[in-house]
């Protein structure tokens, strides 16, 4: 059996807590992500690919719900592989999606898969209920 090293499982902490949760700092990207990732999820039916992509797909969270905030809820790490369960809180007070601010709050559960290579985030798949965030949106 090969060694689990915790590295993926940190990289992916500072995901959720740096890169994501408000304030959000944008160019932690650069130091966590492969310019290459992709993230594949429910609301983005064709992905989103490469780092820039990423970058901005990630603005329009930080400008749609400025007080986010991504709980880890549980963790696990096997080999180039992390899996993590979370919780999005916020409120819908910019335009997201083209939905106007609605002053709304968001709940939203689900997962994410990590692949790791290289010591950077290469691809993310999200599984998630998109009605959990697009219903207080008026968008469902």
Known sequence: ??????????LVRRYYEQFLTAPGDLQL??????PDVVFNNPI????????????????????GFP??????????EQDDKVAASFTITGTHRGVFMGAA???EPI?????????????????VTAFFD??????????A
């Open 44 to 63: 983005s039916p064709d992905g989103i690919h490469g780092l820039a992509a990423y970058k901005e797909f990630a603005l329009r969270w930080y400008g």
């Open 29 to 34: 990207a650069d130091e966590i992500m492969a």
């Open 107 to 123: 709940t939203v559960r689900g997962m994410n898969i990590f692949r790791i290579e290289a010591g950077l985030i290469k691809e």
């Open 67 to 76: 007080d986010r905030v991504f709980t880890i809820d549980d963790l696990l």
């Open 1 to 10: 059996m090969p060694d689990v090293s915790d590295e993926g499982s940190k």
């Open 101 to 103: 601010p609605t002053g």
């Open 130 to 139: 998109p009605h959990q965030l697009l219903a207080p949106l008026g968008l």
